[in-house]
């Protein structure tokens, strides 16, 4: 997409900025898998992290520029300081990519430049416009923010875009990075940097910013407006604080209301051309393999992503979408890839209807992950008679997505009532192959299950959040259970689905063990990857 397009370039940071939220840190095989469905989903631009922040970061960006970053796909960035050795390390990373782009950042609030960089404005005018120079030796593609723009002097702003875009900036990108705007000011902001930075045509106006106010969408949507056409946006609006906007949010607004945003990218207001690259039946899909892999769970009141976003409790809701969606509903759930609720699959179904329904809902496993799965799927089916797209989703992710099993369970068992001691009994096998055995009482069974994990494994950790949701409705629906573990200022996520609760909880406690255990042994947990 070039700045001619009368479109909206979405810049997705998810693995970047997203995976700077407390528990989201995600291994090479997760930031892959969360690539490709972006690529599936029609971000345009992918900031892959940050590869000077350490070999994980570095090898994970070279991994994702080099298997979807391809000719024809989005373009693959990393993000460096306005320094050469982030500069370079982004370059380096970035090279196997068809359309690589460095993000390169320096801060210009006199709070920043004062208590952070201990810098004049006279020292960042020199360093921004030498840095985007340096980073064109490597790409002609380069994104130029000046952090913390939110809360700078606008005088000081425009000179700065001014240096950079005369350096080879492509793109300048105004970071609201404390949230702190509101949309009339960053409108604003927008539209004063297009009436005074006299080079500016040279440049997409980009935006990123911070939901600490729960403004950020808005503020995105007014800065189209005024002259943004890129959004720096997360899935499920994951990031650092309150994280940031959503991009499922900016999306569908642009899309339910393209009329009205129409004459803003200069278009016949009856246009139904989309403002976007987004093929938006993957937003719902790619907002759950988010979720799952951070172990963020979504609110059920999110908007366009929540399970509540098409749910209606009102009795004259109800009687209203019955009778005509459009009395209660501006969009239709299937535009995001929600799909009917629908009987797909029983436990006469066989491998070739397994694999056929996986793929009709963007599964495309190994033959060992398949196998698992097609396990954990005819043991569903005995024990329960209606089988969803939204119980294969869960069993699926289950199975495949859980980290390297260096502790496995083998067995719990647990025994409690409103009269008894909750007291769980586990057997688990250790990394060495030994299995051990122990119980716990504890104030109910799952704390009883995770005291006698906690006897047999050893490993100290602080249990911080524990979530149980609900897949589908019924008695027999199954379960998944969330837990967040820290260890040394680290958090550690675990993730399970079972139509027994107790199972998936402590399925989802190992879980995250294994990743804190191989976090503090530093084993490498490389696997197999999975598409989903």
Not at 291 to 315: D, M, P, R, W, Y
Not at 329 to 345: R, V
Not at 467 to 473: G, N, W
Request: glycine fraction near 8%; include cysteine.
């Amino acid at each position: 997409m070039t700045k001619q397009d009368d479109r909206i370039i979405i810049f997705d940071t998810t693995l970047r900025d997203g995976e700077q939220s407390p528990g989201a840190t995600l291994n090479g095989d997760e930031k892959l898998a969360i690539a490709r469905a972006l690529a599936r989903l029609g971000v345009d631009v992918i900031e892959a992290g940050f590869p000077r922040a350490s070999k994980g970061d570095f090898d994970a960006v070279q991994r994702i520029a080099g298997e979807v970053g391809i000719e024809g796909g989005p373009s693959i960035c990393g993000l460096a300081r306005a320094t050469k050795g982030d500069i370079e390390a982004a370059g380096k990373a970035l090279a196997p990519a068809a359309n690589p782009r460095i993000h390169t950042f320096i801060a210009t609030s006199d709070i920043h430049l004062q208590y952070k960089l201990r810098k004049s404005r006279q020292d960042v005018l020199a360093i921004a416009p030498e840095m985007v120079a340096y980073a064109k030796t490597f790409t002609d593609n380069v994104e130029f923010s000046p952090e913390d723009a939110g809360r700078s002097d606008p005088e000081f702003l425009y000179q700065i875009l001014e240096a950079v875009i005369d350096a080879g900036a492509t793109t300048v990108n105004i970071p609201d990075t404390v949230g702190y705007t509101t949309p009339a000011e960053f409108g604003g902001l927008i539209k004063g940097i297009k009436d005074n930075v006299p080079n500016i045509d040279k440049a997409i106006i980009s935006v990123h910013g911070h939901n600490d106010l729960g403004l950020a969408v808005a503020n995105f949507l007014e800065a189209v407006k005024n002259g943004a056409r890129q959004l720096e946006c997360t899935i499920n609006g994951i990031g650092e604080r309150a994280g940031n906007a959503a991009l499922e949010e900016l999306v569908m607004a642009l899309h339910v209301r393209r009329q009205y945003y129409n004459p803003f990218l200069g278009r016949p207001v009856d246009s139904e051309e989309p403002l976007t690259n987004i093929n938006t039946k993957e937003i719902y899909k790619t907002s759950r393999l988010v979720s799952n892999l951070t172990g963020l769970s979504v609110q059920a009141n999110k908007a366009i992503v929540g399970v509540n976003a098409f749910a209606h409790e009102s009795g004259i809701h109800q009687d209203g979408v019955l009778k005509n969606k459009l009395t209660y509903e501006i969009m239709d759930a299937q535009s995001i890839g929600l799909t009917d609720n629908q009987i797909i699959l029983g436990k006469h179904s066989g491998r070739n209807a397994f694999r056929t329904r996986l793929a009709e809902l963007g599964f495309d496993l190994s033959e060992n992950d398949l196998n698992k799965a097609f396990v954990r799927f005819k043991d569903l089916a005995d024990k329960k008679k209606e089988i969803t797209d939204w119980d294969l989703e869960a069993i699926v992710k289950d199975e495949t997505q859980q980290p390297p099993e260096l502790f496995r369970l083998e067995l719990v068992q647990v025994s409690c009532g409103d009269h008894a001691k909750p007291t769980a009994t586990i057997t688990v096998r250790t990394p060495e192959g030994e299995e051990l055995t122990d119980a716990a009482i504890g104030t109910g069974p799952v704390d009883a299950i995770y005291k006698a994990i906690n006897r047999v494994v050893q490993v100290p950790n602080e249990l911080i959040e524990y979530s149980v949701q609900s897949v589908t409705a019924g008695i027999d629906a199954i379960g998944e259970v969330t837990i967040r573990l820290r260890h040394e200022g680290q958090i550690y996520s675990g993730h399970a689905a079972n139509t027994d609760i107790v199972v998936a909880s402590a399925r989802a406690y190992i879980g995250a063990l294994n990743r804190l255990y191989a976090a503090i042994k530093k084993i490498d947990t490389k696997k197999e990857t999975v598409v989903s």
